[in-house]
């Protein structure tokens, strides 16, 4: 509770002709009347990158010390009692993007009430920067499917051919990101056009397991790893994939009549941060069709 002359607080108390520092009633401080801060910056005020982070704004002073913080280019800060020194407030720094430009985070802490700034200063200012994004690198590349057929069973109906089981394919898929790394490479086939849908299901194998070392059908690399003399930066590899006339029991006839195959192959974890490959981003797809 500050102790007034009119409408001033009291500067100075005496003992006799001593100065006294600190007055109580009780428990509670009465005298000096205000409470100072003396200090109140950024903890780390080196650059930050464009992606943007937390950084700490770090108060020193006297408990019961009132203030605000604002923050410019930042959010955090508001209305604070120092209950215990120092004390962190977190301000947050948003991404400004691959092409964003570089700015400068400033926070200002402004005393409240009786609060007073060492220095006898109005406000505390601590600032850094933040870098400028990267713009963003387009990688040039290759990465395509294209199919032979290896041997083919047709039936005519109506005066239109279709693909009977079984047929052959060798389906080549080539790839070369341009300095940029697949994670994994997915490969799948869509029996489109069924004359007898949907009792009749295309039921199809392929050898991709013997080429990757692995157990899954449709992924070569990761956990699979990648056919020999390749990499999830470049490679070249030939799946062969048939129709099967009988489901996986080897009984149950299926007779699929299939319009058209599409051979589609997806490229994942290759684009990162500020980077497209061949101008697009995200997954990377490539596909190819065959008609009997």
Known sequence: MPINIQNANISAAKLGISNVSKIFVGHSEIFPSTKEIQSAVFTDTSNLSYAGGTRVFRVTGEAGSTFNVSASNGSGGGSYTLGGSPEDINISVSDTGCTGSARTITSTLTPTGSTVLQGGGSTFVSSFNQTAGPGITN????????????????????GVVYYAAPTV????????????????????????????????????????PSLTGGSSQIQMGGAQGWPSGTSGASGSVTVRWTSNQ???????????????????????????????????????NANATIYP
């Open 246 to 284: 009988y489901a996986s029991d080897g009984t149950t006839l299926l007779n699929p009549i299939i319009g058209y195959y599409r051979f589609n192959a997806n490229a994942y974890g290759v684009v990162g941060s500020c980077q497209t490959f061949n101008g697009g981003g995200g997954t990377i």
């Open 139 to 158: 990688y040039t590349g290759t990465y395509t499917v294209s199919i032979a057929e290896v041997s083919k069973t047709t039936t005519t109906i109506n």
């Open 169 to 208: 394919w060798d389906v080549t898929y080539a790839w070369n990101f341009g300095g940029l790394t697949a994670s994994y490479i997915s490969i799948s086939e869509s029996g489109l056009g069924m004359y007898n849908s949907p009792n009749h299901p295309d039921y199809m194998t392929n050898n991709l």
